[in-house]
């Protein structure tokens, strides 16, 4: 029997106490991603390893754990479970970039020519005198390179914005040499590829060590002392996520820190020139879908009004105490009238060809490019909106200076871009639609009319560098004696030369044995300007006073500049040149 007071318990269905489910794992691209960033390192480490082993034991034990954190990194890029552990393998990442890119400039900080030029400005700027305008040749000792000038000479002066020099001058305690320039841009290219790392969504972080610090490319120039290293880092916060800017008609903080950033980058280097209007293209069209066109007109004038007063504040001192000097200083690059030298279009002219008559077509099909493409992205702004950190960069390859450099020093802006401004963000971006074009764009055959629409803004560019390439040289070079000092040195050249156009020129001659342009040759004997149609001896005396031969079966090219009109003379003379008669 059972009492009253017992209590039946009748068994119900067992429950599982509640377990919170295990974080899911990171994503395989992530994994990859980091483990791509970590090799990265890899490259071109051995090389600063073996130089600081000999003079910087200290250095080479520092670089020593960074292959141990490489290596621990890479293990634990594939074993660990949660994506927040990935994401502290990527802070380790990170450090060790910027310990080897530490490592490596203070094995290599005496920079190239344009460190030394930027600390020599901020030299002359510390004590007051002016940094524009200014030759300095004794800068250019044994093993600093020169840049050329079709005129005969080369540029010796300062031909930047001024934000690197005045960053440079609380550094000149360093040394001297190109080190306090060096300090600059390498100390700027480690914050910006922080300022990346912290702005990217958490995977793609190691996307930003890769880009700025892996392969060993952009740490180069930051130690060869770039300026536009300094423009890069003031640029990345301008470029992540620069399609937000002017949300709902207001700049708000974000929006004025990365106008101020866009100004002082067009203080610190030209190369913020030519993505500033694809920049305001941009915004104005992606607020004008979202705002319409008059407040949008008005965020882009509160943007570039930001912009211009962060660049003038820059500039300002120099505006007032040298005006004339720092306007044509701070425009050198594109009217100092360099020698062709790259590896975009001109190497038509330079490699495949003798010369050409019409260099100055590369100069305007370059022009023209950039202002095709500008066009193309205003009218297609949805299609090419987030390529706008790319497009600007690709005017460049039919210029006359159209070096790797361009591009390579802004990849960064490339990820930036890809990562935080995708195509959905221009979805709604307005896109201008003329009256006549109208249909045409929008209708049933949009697809046709814009092929033809994207033909006719780039053609002109094309036809342009067409013309410069098909060009001849309008000088026709003989090699008639060389005088030899050596069997493997030459003393003289003796040339005869025929000015085959309509026009006088005023040739000036080098001798050069693979890309790039070695110094001229100083004319002993011929006339200054040739006469159209006529024919001249020349005695050239190498600068050096002695022309080093280089091995057998190196092309050895001569080489004729003249400044008005631009033109390009080559022939080759490997066989006059080593025979020593004709």
Known sequence: MYSAETTLVVPGPRTQSAVPAPPAPPAQWHRVLTLLADIGLLIGTRAVWTSAAGHRPAVAGVISLCYASILVCGVLALVVRRARSLARVDSCVLVTGVTLTLCAWIMLHNGSDEALLTTQAARELAVGHPMYGQPWPWLFGHGVALTPTVTGGYDLTYGYPPLAPLLAVPLLWLGHGGT???????????????ALWRMLPTPWRSAATLVCLGFGMLPSYGRLGYPAIVALALL????????????????GAAGLARAACLGLACAAQQLP???????????????????????AALVVARFAGVAAGGWLLVNAYFVVSEPGRWLTGIALPLTQGAVLHGQGVIGISLYLTDGSDRIDWYSRASLLLLAGLLALFVLFVRRLGPAAAVLPWCAFYLATRSQDGYYLLMTPLWLAAAVTAPAPAF?????????????????????????AATVLLVAPALAAAGVAAAGTPPLRMRVTAARHTTATTVSRLALKVTNTGDTALSPHFTLTTGQGMDPYWRVVRGPRALPAHSTARYELRPPAGRFTLPRPGVRIRLRAFTASPQTLSSTDVQDAVRGGAD
């Open 180 to 194: 306090p320039a060096t300090a600059v841009s390498t100390g700027a290219l480690i914050a910006g590829t922080v």
């Open 236 to 251: 990345v916060p301008v470029v992540v996520r620069w399609t937000r800017t002017g949300e709902g008609g207001r700049l």
């Open 273 to 295: 020139w030519f993505l500033a209007p694809f920049l305001l293209a941009g915004i104005y069209a992606v607020r004008r879908g979202e705002l319409g066109g008059r407040a």
């Open 427 to 451: 979805a709604g971006a307005w896109q201008p639609r003329p009256r006549p074009l109208a249909g045409l764009l929008s209708g049933p055959r949009r697809r046709p009319a814009r092929i």
